[in-house]
């Protein structure tokens, strides 16, 4: 989406929900790089901002490994390389209208994409009461809500909701994936 539009508000939301597992990221390096699973394997939630990893297909790989994977490589400096669970989600939020490669090979089932509509696009009145809500007792009853959620309650199961819903975004970012 465009600058402006909720992007970082909607991962301040999903940070203050996972909360106090999640990190704050703004470089490739942090999300796929040789040390990296250090600091992923900690937390169930990464907000990167601003990101744009690319078309590289090295990097499209790792990140596909990351959402996919139950667990992570961990390498401290000086120090072997270990094994852990992961419970790792992303949220990568960018302007870019390719931040990250979708192959369109089946791989892009990882990846829920969506745009930030415009409506309240720097809307000061709007925004403030948002945060103030993401602030406030609307993030305890949201939680809550999420903590006891069954997808049988909308007529699905839990294998009904593992694969991200195809979107119309989605299938633009595809598009633009693709060499010339």
């Known amino acids: 989406g465009e600058g402006g539009t909720g992007m970082g508000s909607f991962g301040k939301l999903l940070a203050k929900l996972a909360a106090p597992h999640f990190k704050q990221l703004e470089k490739q390096v942090h999300v796929v790089g040789q040390f990296a699973g250090e600091h992923l394997s900690k937390c169930i939630l990464a907000v990167v901002n601003e990101a744009v990893f690319g078309k590289d297909p090295k990097v499209a ?48 089932r990882r990846y829920f994409v969506l745009e930030t509509s415009d409506v309240h696009q720097r809307d000061d009145e709007y925004f403030t009461a948002l945060h103030a809500a993401i602030n406030g007792d609307e993030m305890a009853a949201m939680l809550d809500y999420l903590e006891s959620y069954d997808p049988a309650s909308a007529g699905f199961t839990w294998n009904d909701v593992r694969d991200a819903p195809a979107t119309a975004e989605r299938d633009a970012m595809a598009e633009y994936s693709m060499s010339a």
């Not at 419970?87 to 931040?99: C, M, Q, T």
């Open 61 to 108: 790989s790792e990140l596909k490994a990351l959402v996919d994977s139950t667990t992570i490589q961990a390498e401290v400096k000086g120090m072997s390389v270990v094994t852990l669970p992961s419970f790792l989600r992303l949220y990568i939020d960018s302007n870019a209208k390719v931040p990250l490669l979708i192959e369109g090979n089946g791989s892009e």
